[in-house]
């Protein structure tokens, strides 16, 4: 009856601060902490960090990752372990810090088949000096558009399509219709897709077949 009234549940135990090293690194260091003597103290704290770098070997000895075995130490501690620590403690405030947003792009462009990108590289064009150099990257940049919106609309489209579009997202300054040349032809388009997508799919199939037993 008293192994019964003994018994730990989880539910009961106060919470780890880091589970990943489980419950019995957090007792080694909460003895830690109640050491007294600051010299028995200090080679506990060192004995605790010589186990912890053993569950990776292969990067105990490296700089940057002794200084996180560290302040991982003294977050299992709530930071109340006084030793002396090889590195600057991380102080709890700054470790709660939230770290700055990031800035994500937030313009909702007209086309969003075409992507960020195709924009990025359209005001690239528009500062070149016109040559041939500028004209083969407009070409380009229209073949990638043509690329993009048959990837949207699984269908074909007209060159002219494509001319208008990129008329407007240059403001005017590209105008490729005039010139009466013609874009990669849709069907080379489709069919180099359909070419991949079947060539993945045999080769998963090749997969499937080669560790299927043979009677």
């Not at 589970?19 to 103290?41: L, T, W």
């Not at 579009?165 to 010139?179: R, V, W």
């Not at 070419?195 to 499937?208: I, L, V």
Request: aromatic fraction near 10%; hydrophobic fraction near 30%; charge should be positive.
């Amino acid at each position: 009856m008293n192994l019964v009234d003994n018994l730990e549940y989880n539910t009961e135990r106060p919470p780890l601060h880091i589970p990943e090293y489980g419950r019995h690194f957090q007792k080694m260091v909460d003895h830690a902490v109640s050491i007294e003597n600051r010299e028995e103290r200090n080679k506990v704290a060192k004995a605790i960090i010589s186990v912890m770098g053993n569950l990776q070997p292969h990067l105990r000895d490296v700089p940057d990752f002794q200084h996180k075995l560290w302040d991982q130490l003294f977050i299992m501690s709530n930071f109340k372990l006084d030793v002396d620590s090889p590195f600057p403690i991380t102080s709890k405030e700054v470790l709660q810090q939230r770290p700055e947003p990031l800035e994500y792009p937030q313009n909702h462009p007209k086309y969003r088949f075409y992507g960020n990108n195709i924009k990025r590289m359209i005001d690239v064009a528009i500062k070149w000096e016109k040559g041939d150099m500028r004209d083969g990257l407009e070409y380009a940049i229209a073949n990638h558009m043509k690329k993009c919106y048959l990837n949207w609309n699984k269908d074909s489209v007209e060159d002219a399509v494509i001319f208008d579009h990129l008329k407007e997202l240059s403001d005017g300054q590209i105008d490729l219709a005039p010139d009466g040349e013609s874009l990669t032809d849709s069907g080379q388009f489709l069919k180099n897709k359909n070419y991949k997508s079947n060539r993945s799919g045999g080769k998963k199939s090749q997969k499937g077949h080669r560790n299927k037993k043979r009677y």
